[in-house]
């Protein structure tokens, strides 16, 4: 057995783990990080989600390492692609024009620059990155991990990780369940947290859907229809319980279903119809000087292919193989439907020229290396956040909730998607919010911090503190707050209670660009008073 000690040990590569592990190596730590595949990134590169951001995020609202991160891609691209003059002089350049995202990108782009701004740190030696790898076990005394046990999917070799701090940035936070980290999942009820829209009865099976994402492009005049799918037959027929339509269909109802919305796969004028294409388009070739692309390179990301027949977390590994394998599944169902049987607007059926492109995201068939999940385990924390700290309707004229210890923001709406057990779902206006530090604190351990959508939200307010964003800025501020604990030689509870040492972590998050608090010109514009 192998061991390998660190100052900090990061169990998860997502986006918030990336960020985790560059705050505290840019804060002078040595950093083990672990990754469950062979890409860096979660969310933006193995799940193959574009960026979901908020409307003011080319001004304000995020860290300044996420804007980094943001203007390294469209350098990527203005450095290595064949632009059009107009493509490369705008600076707010959006590779794939989706309508989604402000910078629509393809995942190998992403994964790329988040190589590049680790190298330096990994070719000093001061970060290790451990690939194929996975916890498995963790040796906890006195509420101090004192170690993890890791081991490597390919070859079943196992490596024990020291490290002053453990940080928490998988995408269902294993380490909470390995480590006796008091954590809750699914949905709680109305009496646990008083929020408006939480459930009477409390149901931790009752978890968001996941979705598989996929990468296609359209070769008009071309046939690249895929074999039947499996469950193919199931799922043309499937009909949600909160719909009057099967699944696999142009209409649909919205997130509290209550009206139907229709949709369409290319933009038709005077329709008045959404089209899904374009969505998440993340190359277009208009953008291209050279014709290098056959076609428009987009992901399917679709209220058509949200899972929601069984959660993953919490159950059998083969009820969650069953589901995973079900999500992967539904979305070759929605491919093999739009190229056989979606209704065109010409009176015909099915594009054909749909192709699978698993050269875009790493993979032989065309599906992104993992699902993307939408909701982890959520610790404890000494502070959570609750529906009523966010939601417009129940803030009022309250407006925005501020946090003396904040360290960081975000603004999204509480988007629940299909639910696993209730199929509810919802999309509430929500105020900017903040990231208050009690919500990054374990109520009990003292070495053990989150790092991405695993922090003391409750289901309801994860729907707005799981985008991109928001999971790099609980992430960098995991980093610095594991960081500034091992060189003050105080535990991150100290620092919060403590108002000498937190006034000294703030600085150096302020220090560091993380953005805390929401301008005043933003309080003006929503007429609001700071």
């Known amino acids: 057995m192998l061991q390998l000690k660190s100052d900090i040990v990061i169990i998860g590569g997502g986006l918030g ?69 107009e493509a490369r002089n705008n600076p707010h350049l959006n590779p794939g024009n989706g309508w989604v995202s ?70 269902t936070g294993d380490l909470l369940p390995i480590t006796g980290t008091e954590f809750v999942m699914g949905a709680e009820s109305r009496d646990q947290t008083g929020e408006p829209h939480a459930l009477e009865t409390p149901d931790p099976l009752d978890m968001q859907s996941i979705t598989h994402v996929a990468a296609v492009d359209y070769v008009e005049g071309g046939s690249f229809v895929i074999e039947k799918p499996e469950q193919y037959d199931f799922w043309r027929s499937y009909i949600p319980n909160f719909s009057q339509f099967p699944i696999l269909d142009w209409n649909a109802m919205n997130a509290e279903g209550s009206k139907t919305v229709k949709f369409t796969l290319f933009r038709e004028p005077n329709q008045g119809m959404t089209s899904l294409w374009d969505y998440r388009r993340i190359l277009n070739p208009a953008n291209l000087s050279e014709p290098l692309y056959d076609g428009e390179l987009t992901l399917l990301n679709w209220p058509q292919n949200d899972y929601f027949l ?6 059998s590994p083969e009820e969650r193989a069953k589901h995973l394998e079900g999500a992967r599944q539904l979305t070759l169902s929605l491919i093999y439907w739009l190229q056989t049987e979606a209704p065109r607007p010409d009176g015909g059926k099915g594009y054909p020229g749909i192709r699978l492109r698993g050269d875009a995201v790493g993979t032989e068939d065309g599906l992104a290396k993992a699902a993307y999940i939408r909701e982890s385990r959520r610790i404890k924390a000494v502070y959570t956040i609750v529906e009523q700290d966010v939601s417009r309707e129940a803030r009022g004229e309250a407006g925005i909730k501020s946090y003396e210890d ?34 990054l604190l374990p109520v009990r351990m003292k070495n053990l911090l989150p790092a991405c959508k695993n922090i003391g939200t409750t289901q309801i307010t994860n729907g707005c503190y799981r985008l991109h964003p928001v999971e790099w800025n609980i992430g960098e501020s995991a980093g610095y707050l594991a960081a500034y604990a091992v060189k003050n030689g105080v535990t991150p509870h100290q620092v919060r209670e403590d108002q000498e040492q937190l006034n000294a972590f703030l600085r150096m998050l302020d220090d560091q660009g993380v953005e805390r608090h929401w301008p005043d010109s933003l309080y003006a514009e929503l007429g609001l008073t700071k």
């Open 17 to 85: 783990g990336v960020a985790a592990a560059r705050a505290a190596l840019k804060a002078g730590m040595r950093v083990i990080l672990t990754e469950e595949t062979d890409w860096i990134g979660g969310q933006s590169t193995t799940q193959a989600v574009p960026p979901d951001e908020h409307s003011k995020i080319e001004e304000y609202g995020s860290t300044a390492a996420y804007r980094e991160f943001r203007e390294r891609v469209r350098e990527y691209y203005r450095n290595n692609y064949p632009l059009t003059e």
């Open 102 to 171: 402000r910078i629509a990108h393809e995942p190998k782009v992403a994964l790329r620059v988040l190589q590049d701004m680790l190298a330096p740190y990994e070719n000093s030696g001061r970060l290790t990155i451990l690939y194929h790898t996975v916890p498995v076990s963790a040796d906890v005394q006195d509420d101090m991990v004192r170690s993890v046990m890791v081991e490597n999917t390919k070859t079943g070799e196992r490596t024990q990780l020291e490290g002053a701090y453990v940080l928490d940035a998988t995408e």
């Open 310 to 315: 069984g959660p993953i977390i919490g159950v």
């Open 406 to 439: 904040s360290v960081g923001v975000g603004s999204y709406y509480l988007d629940l998607h299909p639910t696993t057990v209730s199929q509810r779902g919802f999309y509430i206006p929500s105020y900017p919010f903040e990231i208050p530090l009690g919500s």
